[in-house]
């Protein structure tokens, strides 16, 4: 699991009422990584946050960190 990803999941396990439920999948797309954040159905609402301002946060935080290693690294939260 990249740094990347435990990142995320340190952060979602934070921001939810469910920790366990919580899950980051990594993806390779177009010569991309692409990070699959899944948590509880109760708590989508919880990571996207109001206005999504909490998931844009996490992808900013989640591009800085990938910038260090010149990788392309996005988040996507399934349900």
Known sequence: MSSEAELVTYLARRLVDDPDAVSVEE???DGAIVLELRVGADDVGKVIGRHGRIARALR????ASAARSRQRVSLEIVD
């Open 60 to 63: 900013a935080v989640v591009r």
């Open 27 to 29: 993806v390779e797309r």
